[in-house]
């Protein structure tokens, strides 16, 4: 079988296996990438990050096979794989849109009703209909990521069929080759997404996956022009995809900050994605005096407000150096808004080290950062009084798992060791509640020293707060007490703190007259209050079970408090 086409000939059966096994190669990269970036971008909307990206990926791999099955109703294989080309590129870029905006939608949906109506927020959320319908837009996200496996699964069948007209006879390793030009293309793919791919913005990453979609499709047209009908018509499809790409990639940053602008309550005055995570940066008023009030977010998830942060990181660093023998080597892990590391230097250390995973988020609150024109950190880097200016501070970067296990080997010793991390919301943190964690900050710590660990709230994940006492105690430290305050951003929240001795902090607080720091809002009564919970509160404590490297009994007990709660910090 002899066709030409531009100066490509189709009679070389190596060179049209060589063109398939490349156009393979370049689409098996991009579903994969697709895999990756939607279920990275949904889960960021989303949240419970760990959930929503394995449900994405495992939804694309099934609907795949529903693809696979379907192909063989597509009678005309060349014509269909160009149009399932530019059909992909054009969901994925129009799929984010819709994943933000049905995110979007589906939060407002109640306010919108209300006010269209004229009726109570309360009423307006009732009803079977509503509720299908929030149902839907909520599900936007695994919507796409079938709908866009189901077409991707239908691009290996096709190919193969494509191969044996061009041969004209049944090829008998024919799924072989199609398959391993997919399998090192999807390879290829995902080293493209680690190294390059994920630490750009989500519109210059879609922009050059679902470019190279476009370009496969435009290979495989020049290429097989004399066995598709219509050429010209799917040449025209084609630009008009590079032009729905284009748009949409120019557009897709001002779409993502109206979504991120509708699930605040404040104005968002800044939003970008580090290498790790999402950052966000609200400003509200202050009810009396007008003055504006920042609040930070990662992820969707508060990390402090300006108005209020003085409790939490009151809280968390007081007891610790109040209790501590010596205050003059100091660890803090996690921290990197430096608000922590700012009450620990009010008490003059010699030496502060403190880890953090997040270089651009320490970098955000150290030093000045300009957005369109306007420093946005300025009243940020106030607040955390420049912090990590000061030339005591000592900064490593990275996983504070391995980190810690290094200063453990350099044989370092801490007076006080403060552990500020995020909530164990993803399998990966649960790590950082272990046994084998706390074992190694046990070893890390001074024998008159003491350590205090931010534990999530006692009020709406009880038995996750309860679980860092019960490991704390497992992992050899001798004396284990909790406390709690209200912080309004947050709602009532809870801290473990803990020595190496028999001589427990609360103890060694009451025979202080005064804190050695004069706190703005911080006093002793209040600080010894803290340390007392309401009757029966550790009633069950005893069958709770320690949480161990791979138990991850930490982390289901918080995955099952928050989803069973009406709150979410």
């Not at 660093?317 to 700012?342: C, F, K, Q, T, W």
């Not at 490593?396 to 200063?407: C, E, K, S, T, W």
Request: aromatic share 12%; hydrophobic share 45%; glycine share 8%.
């Amino acid at each position: 079988m002899e066709a030409k086409a531009l100066g490509f000939k189709t009679d070389n059966l190596k060179v049209v296996d060589t063109v398939i096994v490349v156009i393979m190669g370049l689409i098996a990269a991009c579903g994969l990438v697709y895999e990756y970036v939607l279920s990275h971008y949904a889960a960021r909307v989303i949240g419970s990050v760990e959930i929503v990206i394995f449900s994405i990926i495992s939804i694309m791999i099934v609907s795949m096979g529903v693809g696979a099955f379907l192909a063989s109703k597509l009678k005309d294989p060349f014509i269909s794989f160009s149009v399932l080309e530019s059909l992909i590129a054009m969901t994925a870029i129009i799929g984010i849109f819709l994943i933000s905006g049905g995110h979007s939608l589906a939060y407002d949906l109640p306010a919108i009703i209300a006010n269209t109506y004229n009726v109570s927020y309360d009423m307006s959320i009732k009803g079977g209909v509503f509720n299908i319908i929030e149902s839907v837009l909520s599900s936007t996200s695994f919507i796409i990521a079938a709908v866009l496996g189901v077409m991707i699964g239908m691009e290996i069948p096709l190919m193969a069929r494509i191969r044996e007209i061009i041969h004209a006879k049944h090829l008998q390793h024919n799924a072989g080759m199609i398959y391993g030009a997919d399998y090192i293309g999807a390879g290829l793919g995902a080293a493209a997404w680690i190294f390059f791919l994920i630490h750009m913005d989500i519109s210059k990453s879609i922009a050059i996956i679902s470019g190279t979609n476009v370009l496969a499709g435009f290979v495989f047209i020049f290429f097989f022009w004399k066995h598709i009908k219509k050429p010209l018509t799917l040449i025209a499809i084609q630009i008009v995809t590079m032009g729905i790409i284009w748009f949409g990639c120019v557009n897709i940053d001002k779409w993502q900050h109206y979504l991120e602008d509708s699930l605040y309550v404040d104005e968002l005055v800044f939003s970008k994605n580090t290498t790790y995570q999402r950052i966000a940066i609200t400003e509200g008023k202050h009810p009396y005096t007008n003055e504006s009030i920042y609040s930070f977010f990662i992820n969707g998830r508060t990390q402090f407000s300006q108005g209020d942060e003085m409790i939490y990181h009151n809280l968390l660093v007081a007891p610790v150096m109040e209790a501590s023998y010596a205050n003059d080597n100091v660890l803090i892990i996690g921290g990197g808004d430096g608000l922590a590391l700012r009450d620990v230097l009010k008490y003059n250390p010699q030496k502060v080290t403190l880890l953090d995973l997040d270089d651009e988020i320490i970098q955000f609150f150290k030093d000045p950062y300009y957005y369109n024109g306007k420093q946005i950190n300025e009243d940020l880097l106030k607040l955390n009084e420049y912090s990590f200016s000061d030339e005591r501070v000592n900064l490593i970067l990275g996983d504070a798992f391995l980190n810690v296990q290094n200063l453990m080997r350099e044989r370092e010793k801490f007076d006080a060791i403060i552990v500020d991390l995020p909530d164990p919301s993803h399998p990966d943190l649960n790590k950082m509640y272990s046994t084998v964690f706390y074992k190694r900050l046990n070893y890390l710590l001074e024998d008159g020293g003491a350590i205090s660990i931010q534990s999530t709230s006692p009020y709406h994940a009880k038995k996750a707060f309860q679980t860092v006492k019960k490991t704390m105690e497992a992992s050899g430290f001798s004396s284990v007490e909790q406390y709690h305050h209200n912080v309004p951003s947050f709602g009532e929240w809870g801290w473990t703190i803990a020595t190496k001795n028999s001589y427990p902090v609360s103890a060694r607080l009451r025979d202080k007259d005064t804190l050695s720091i004069d706190y703005e809002w911080l006093n002793r009564d209040v600080l010894l209050g803290s340390f007392h919970f309401g009757s029966n509160f550790y009633e069950g404590y005893d069958k709770l079970e320690v949480n161990t490297l791979g138990s991850g009994v930490m982390y289901n007990h918080h995955q099952y408090a928050w989803k069973h709660s009406n709150a979410f910090a």
